[in-house]
């Protein structure tokens, strides 16, 4: 699957943002989708994740601001992004993972190794 991310700019703090992630080659709702974020100098890190059947994950510390939902139809994911934060600053990255080969994506939807197929990025920046 093919994924291309878009959505990103520049924000002021506090204001809000919506990433989008769409899908093309493969049978979109087939997919297990996670956003994930990288910071100038700093690791990758997982930002929420939805499995192919709606069930949603986020990092403990962006839980109430910022919000993943699926639509199939569109063979899009899209990421709310509220109350944004300067510290929120950093290259967006969707990805994606078939759920025939993964049986414990619960398990595992934070890990970057687990999804196989890649967005371009989308930077977003918030100023302050």
């Known amino acids: 699957v093919q994924l291309q991310a878009s959505g990103g700019g520049l924000v002021q703090a506090g204001g809000s943002l919506r990433l989008s992630c769409a899908g093309s080659?493969?049978?979109?709702?087939?997919?297990?989708m996670g956003w994930f974020r990288q910071a100038p100098g700093k690791e990758r890190e997982f930002v929420a994740a939805i499995s192919s059947g709606g069930i949603t994950y986020y990092v403990d510390s962006l839980k109430g601001r910022f919000t993943i939902s699926r639509d199939n139809a569109k063979n899009t994911v899209y990421l709310q992004m509220n109350s944004l934060k300067p510290g929120d600053t950093a290259v967006y990255y969707c990805?994606?993972?078939?759920?025939?080969?993964?049986?414990?994506?619960?398990?595992?939807?934070?890990?970057?190794?687990?999804?196989?197929?890649w967005g371009q990025g989308t930077l977003v920046t918030v100023s302050s």
């Open positions: 080659g493969a049978p979109f709702s087939n997919h297990h």
């Open positions: 990805a994606a993972r078939n759920r025939w080969n993964i049986n414990n994506f619960g398990g595992e939807h934070n890990s970057p190794a687990t999804y196989y197929y």
